[in-house]
Each structure stands twice: as C-alpha cells, then as structure tokens.
C-alpha cells in the first residue's frame, strides 16, 4: 500500500484494528489493491468488479437496515473526487456501526462486487479516519471545468459591463479576497442521490457555483444580442451575481453541507446582503432596485415567496437560470427522474 501509518491500522493478520480511530497521515483517496493483488491508484470510477479495496473515502450515508432473514446490515455511501459507490456491511454490522459516522472520512476495506447490475463495495472492515477539514476537501466532488479558466471567464463578462454603478459593483466584489475564494469554491446545490432526488439539484460539486454563473452570463450575451432591448448591463450584471449568496450558503468537511445562515436564510438574502455590503456610492437607487429585484426573483414565481419578475431582465435572468440549470441536471442525473 502507498498509505502511510500501516502498523496503526492493522494487525499481524492483515486486520483493522479496532478501537482508536485511523490516522493513516498523507493517504489519498482511492489508492488501493486491483484484482490482480498489484499495489496501484484507484478511484470509485476505476473500480471493476473483483477488485480488492483499501481506502480513505467520504461517508455521506449510513443507515441501519435488516435483512429478510432478520439480521443487521449498514447501507452506506462513499464518495471520493471521481463519484460514488454504495456499499454494504453485513458482518459485524453493529460493532462496525460504533466506530464512523456520517460524515466522516472512513478507511474502508473491501471488494467491489456486482448487485443488480450496479457496482458496490462489500465491507469487510471500516473505521474513522482522522484528516483535516483541508484533507477532507480532496474528497468531495469537483468540477471537471478548470476553475481558474472559468474565473477569467467571469472576470472578462464583468467587464462587458459598463454601467458605472453596476461595473463598480461587481469589482468591488472581485476584490473581496475571501468572497473570490468562496466563489471558486462554492457548489450550486447540495449533492443528493438516490431515489427522490431533488430535480433541482445541479452543479452539485466544488466549483459549481462558477460554472453555472458563467454559463448563465454567456446565455444572457447570446440572449441580448437576439432582444437588444434588454438591458444588457442590468442583465449581465444580475447574471454574475444571483447565486452570490451561495457563497456563504454552504460548509466543507467530509461532505457539503449547509452553514448555519444557509439554512436559515437562504442564498437570495445572502446574496443581496452581500450586495447591500458591496455596493458603490455611484450605484443609484433605481438601480440598486432594478438588481436586487432580478436577484430575487431568479427561481421564477416558485422562489421569493412566489414574487414573479417585473421586469423583461428578471424574467430572462430566471428563464436562463432555469435553462441551465436544467441542462446541467439532465446530462448529471439523466432525465425523467
């Protein structure tokens, strides 16, 4: 194995051991041994059936279930940068149960295995895994976008906006240090998978937030030079900052999950406090209306507490919204579900 901390793992017979958790120091996720017993990198999305697997992977479901024959068994989720894999323990279930949960980074030891045509993991052993909230960061889904192209993607449509107040606007956002970084980092919406996954789940990985923004802005371009009545600064403008308040929506650990103002406000007062904070003495009122009304209206008549856009602008910002967000959705989880 290519981890580190072997002897504090496991035992003269190969075992994890129980007890203290795991701190295997430096591990990377997905690296364990093929079919063939050759030490080599693997990930959740190279995985074949027969592999034997020894990894660091994100838990982001754990349920206790039963059996037909009335027995104990976790059903769980793992995760790492390249997707997920169900997994299954059915030995030991309950003494393996007391040393992880949800949320938390696992060492898992198993083999990938064929259940009904979908490859899954069968658990022989897992326990806790002891990394930092950084570490931890290597674990969740990314963009397969390059965010720093996807950046200057961003900062070159901002400058296709040259009404004074709304261009000063958004430069006084990019030159907020920690707001750019959340930029780049944030998602657009919580992972999900599953039955009854939420249709509006997209862009559900680091870096999302960027994609979609820009992918938005683009639209919204495109759009203007069909309409050119719209008015375009007011529009590219409301499309580069409609989803802001995601970032402070959203916390990073062994999985994303919402901040405490995430859940009690949301990303549409998130984002216009943000706005309120950023908004240049040269931004008039009449303005700084127009934009806060297509910020919240973005999610149509089904957000902002059925508010329907006023104006040409928030209509188009929510029906391009909703376009990609769509598209997006469907090449993610396919369509009709």
């Not at 989720?77 to 949320?103: H, K």
Request: hydrophobic letters at 40%.
């Amino acid at each position: 194995m290519s981890t580190t901390n072997t002897a504090a793992r496991t035992n003269a017979d190969g075992d994890v051991l129980a007890g203290a958790p795991v701190n295997p120091a430096g591990v990377q996720s997905g690296v364990g041994r093929a079919g063939n017993g050759e030490v080599e990198a693997q990930t959740i999305a190279t995985l074949r059936v027969g592999d034997l697997v020894e990894a660091v992977f994100a838990c982001v479901r754990k349920e206790r279930l039963i059996t037909r024959s009335g027995d104990p068994y976790l059903a769980l989720e793992l995760r790492d940068q390249s997707g997920s894999i169900a997994g299954r323990v059915f030995r030991d279930a309950d003494l393996l149960a007391g040393r992880f949960e949800r949320g938390e980074l696992v060492l898992v030891r198993g083999r990938a295995e064929l259940f009904r045509e979908q490859l899954q993991l069968a658990v022989e052993q897992i326990a806790r895994s002891e990394l930092t909230d950084e570490d931890a960061v290597r674990f969740l889904p990314v963009s397969r976008r390059d965010v720093d192209e996807l950046e200057g993607f961003y900062e070159h449509l901002a400058r296709e906006v040259f009404d004074p107040g709304l261009k000063g606007l958004l430069q006084r956002l990019l030159d907020d240090r920690d707001l750019r970084a959340e930029l780049r980092r944030a998602p657009c919406s919580l992972p999900s998978s599953g039955p009854g996954r939420s249709v509006s789940v997209h862009h559900a990985f680091l870096g999302g937030l960027l994609e979609h923004t820009v992918a938005v802005a683009t639209l919204a371009v495109e759009l203007c030079s069909v309409h050119p009545r719209l008015d375009r600064d007011l529009l590219l403008c409301a499309t580069l900052v409609h989803d802001i308040g995601k970032t402070r929506e959203y916390s990073y650990g062994a999985e994303i999950a919402r901040t405490e103002e995430g859940r009690m406000l949301g990303h549409i007062e998130l984002g216009l406090r943000l706005i309120a904070a950023h908004a240049p003495s040269s931004l008039s009122a009449e303005r700084r209306l127009a934009l806060d009304h297509c910020v919240l209206c973005h999610h149509g008549s089904e957000g902002a507490g059925g508010q329907r856009p006023a104006s040409a602008e928030a209509l188009a910002l929510a029906r391009l919204n909703a376009l990609d967000a769509a598209v997006k959705g469907a090449f993610e989880q396919g369509l009709g579900r």
